[in-house]
């Protein structure tokens, strides 16, 4: 039984024809995928995770779920909605290989992992984010309307209390 592992995919250039070849709705149900840009100059990259961000919009699926997919580049992580890193040092440690033989409790958790994946299927993510937008914002707005009562409950404390000259 073998543990999900992050799956390095290396672009040596930018065409499409490369790009489809590695890119599937199902890509990221079994393990999480790093496609590293490196060898790709600025303007390749910019494309390539252009390419693949609007692969995922236009099938409905996630790159976040079940796992995520990883972009290693140059370029500032604020250009995209993709996750990219810098560095392959900087990937998460969780899903990096182990050298040690996993123990007899990690291989019934991990034979439990490979059946409920079985089952995991790509969901519809716009559907997915507008809930998720719904839910933050309806959970920032409760935080915001909370700092208020506590603002004004600390005035009405002080104006209880009373001063003595004032």
Known sequence: MTLP???HLTLKTSSLEELEAILDTGMNLRHPVVMNLKALTLDQQREAIGVVENFF??????FRFPYSIYVVSDHEPSISRLSLIDDVARLPKFFSPR?????VKE????????LLQQEVKNTDTSSSAAELDFYSEAHRKINELEQERSFYHTILNS???GHPHG
Do not use: G, P
């Not at 919009?57 to 996630?62: G, K, L, M, T």
């Not at 050298?99 to 123990?103: G, L, Q, T, V």
């Not at 291989?107 to 490979?114: G, S």
């Open 5 to 7: 592992t992050y799956q």
């Open 57 to 62: 919009v236009s099938n409905n699926v996630s």
């Open 99 to 103: 050298d040690s033989k996993i123990n």
């Open 107 to 114: 291989t019934q958790l991990a034979a439990r992992n490979k």
């Open 159 to 161: 104006l209880k209390k």
